[in-house]
């Protein structure tokens, strides 16, 4: 079949693709290094004192601002150079959204460590013992990373995260093996917690900001020099790339949807058989991800009922008046109308607060406070995406979903 080997044998402008993947993980982070620093900093301790404190670090930052690939490649270095000097360290990363029970989130702890641990029947709180016995016998401290930790305050029961945290005051261990790296989109879910528990979390507070669309263009200046064939990429690509998502020019500073744009505008640029990836390229991929708002599309597959109904609140406004940005006290109307009509009860004001104050983390809404007006200062609400058809299909649907599960 000569278009298939017509296709495959195309010369393309991709050296090493895999490097454009999301899981991929660059052998340095450029604008991380002093966020390596901290952590190194606090998890001294392990070296200096170990067994006498149970460390804790919290990231938070929006998506795409680094935490996951900045607390992999500590825990991955912090190892190395730990255990040349004689003292063992094992780190686990734990995706909460995947392992979202503390019972998963146990056995991937003991898989990782590759423990044997007899399953069958025991509670978290038991493998957790057994664990730290294995621990105990085998004179190994742990890293465990929690990323999206957020998710797993906010839908697992107050008493698992309780004692996940306060893992000391449960186990009568003379030795603390077991440190933690809290990983978070914002801390507005773990202030929620009580206070006994919310000071075992908040200690070593690292914030990850938003990248600029000067640090997006070192990062995916990396990026092209491992995954493109010499000089396939114009530098004015990646400048317009940077710019376009870079938070100081009013993009979200999200450095995994400037990697997928790059990719995109690659195999762009391969479909029409152009050795060269341009600007045109870099255009025709920032549309089409920003216009299937894929990240958000992403963000939203997750979203608790009440969000979902707060969204889609925001976007029959955005249809109705062709505005795009609504006053909260109009948005709340728009809300509890939307959960009437379908039989919701609707939240209380501070916590539709709290879930745009969310929305507006994960780059779903914008917010900006108006200027003095009629009723004096308000927050003006808008979407952080174009409403298309399929879009709010999907929102619909998601809704649906949860509202079906629930009353089954
Ligand atoms: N400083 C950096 N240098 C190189 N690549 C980076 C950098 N920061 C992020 N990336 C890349 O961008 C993508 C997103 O990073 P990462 O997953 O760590 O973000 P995140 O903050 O954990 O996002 P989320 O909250 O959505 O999980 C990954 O492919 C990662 O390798």
Same mark, same amino acid.
Not at 92 to 104: A, D, M, P
Not at 112 to 126: A, D, M, Y
Not at 297 to 325: F, Q
């Given at each position: ?10 010369? /393309? ?7 454009? =993947? ?54 991955? /270095?912090? @190892? ?7 003292? #063992? ?33 025991? /509670? ?6 057994? *664990? ?7 004179? *190994? ?14 839908? =697992? ?8 945290? $306060? ?20 801390? =507005?879910?773990?202030? /929620?917690?009580?206070?006994?528990? @919310? ?19 070192? *990062? ?50 391969? $479909? ?10 870099? @255009?025709?991929?920032? =549309? ?51 959960? $009437? ?30 200027? #003095? ?28 979903? $949860? ?6």
């Amino acid at each position: 079949m000569d278009i298939i080997s017509s296709e495959l044998n195309a010369p /393309s402008v991709f050296r090493e693709k895999a490097v454009l =993947s999301p899981d991929y993980l660059p052998k340095r982070l450029l604008h991380r290094e002093d966020k390596i620093r901290e952590l190194t900093t606090a998890f001294k301790e392990v070296i200096n004192d170990p067994g006498n404190t149970s460390v804790r670090a919290v990231i938070w930052g929006r998506t795409g601002t680094g935490k996951t690939a900045t607390v992999k490649l500590f825990g991955r /270095s912090f @190892k190395e150079v730990v255990n040349k000097k004689g003292i #063992k360290v094992e780190y686990v990363h734990i995706n909460c959204h995947r392992q979202r029970t503390l019972y998963l989130l146990t056995l991937e702890v003991a898989n990782t460590l590759k423990l044997p641990i007899p399953v069958r029947g025991l /509670s978290s709180q038991e493998v957790f013992k057994v *664990i730290h016995d294995y621990l105990d016998r085998r004179n *190994i401290y742990v890293i465990v990373a929690l990323d999206e930790f957020d998710y797993f305050v906010n839908t =697992s029961p107050q008493e698992d995260v309780y004692f996940l945290v $306060r893992l000391y005051d449960e186990l009568s261990a003379a030795v603390k093996r077991i440190s933690y790296i809290f990983i978070a989109r914002d801390l =507005s879910y773990i202030n /929620s917690l009580d206070k006994s528990v @919310k000071d075992h979390i908040l200690r070593n507070i690292i914030e990850f900001k938003p990248y600029s669309s000067s640090e997006l263009y070192d *990062i995916l200046r990396d990026r092209v020099t491992e995954a493109f064939q010499e000089n396939a990429v114009m530098d004015e690509t990646i400048r317009y790339i940077a710019d376009v998502n870079g938070f100081d020019k009013g993009g979200s500073g999200n450095a995994r949807l400037s990697i997928e744009t790059l990719e995109l505008a690659g195999e762009i640029a391969d $479909r029409e058989r152009s050795p060269i990836v341009t600007v045109e390229h870099a @255009k025709l991929a920032n =549309s089409k991800l920003n216009q299937e708002a894929s990240i958000i599309l992403d963000e939203i597959g997750d979203l608790e009922l009440h969000n979902l109904l707060l969204i889609k609140a925001v976007m029959n406004l955005t249809k109705r008046y062709k505005d795009d940005e609504f006053p909260m006290g109009r948005v709340e109307e728009e809300y509890q109308q939307v959960c $009437r009509d379908l039989g919701e009860e609707p939240r209380r004001h501070t916590q539709v607060y709290e879930y745009v104050r969310r929305l507006r983390l994960m780059g779903v809404l914008n917010t900006r406070q108006s200027g #003095k007006g009629l009723r004096g200062r308000t927050t003006l609400i808008s979407l952080a995406f174009p409403v298309t058809q399929d879009l709010e299909d999907y929102v619909n649907k998601q809704i649906r979903v $949860r509202i079906n599960t629930r009353e089954e």
